[in-house]
């Protein structure tokens, strides 16, 4: 059983940074975010083997958003920078104990745990 708990979500300008924190109990083998706009479906944003520290992003949010872990902490990260009004949405810790499929394809349907979410908020 894995347990995720987000933290470091809020409300920033346009343009600003937020980091995003993911607390993991439990093994894992495969971490990652996604996301969910308002009357939007949930996206995949990147994920990463905890074993090799491999990544993989999704096309759209290569280059500002950066994930990466804390394997002594168990805490998986993601570094939002230059952050848009169309970033705003919930954002979710994403697990799995295998070497999961979603971290090629970040299909939210294939995720085995979840967290509870952070809002992130960003305004014009």
């Known amino acids: 059983q894995v347990q995720l708990v987000e933290s470091g979500g809020g409300s920033v300008q346009a343009g600003g940074s937020l980091r995003l924190s993911c607390a993991a109990s439990?093994?894992?083998?495969?971490l990652g975010w996604f996301r969910q706009a308002p009357g939007k479906e949930r996206e995949g944003v990147a994920a990463i083997y905890t074993t090799t520290g491999f990544t993989h992003y999704a096309d759209s949010m290569e280059g500002r958003f950066t994930i990466s872990q804390d394997n002594d902490k168990n805490t998986l990260y993601l570094q939002m920078n230059s952050l848009k009004p169309e970033d705003t949405g919930m954002y979710y810790c994403?697990?799995?104990?295998?070497?999961?499929?979603?971290?090629?394809?970040?299909?939210?349907?294939?995720?085995?745990?979840w967290g509870q979410g952070a809002q992130v908020t960003v305004s014009s």
């Open positions: 994403a697990a799995d104990s295998r070497v999961a499929r979603w971290y090629k394809s970040l299909t939210p349907n294939e995720v085995k745990y």
């Open positions: 439990g093994y894992t083998n495969t």
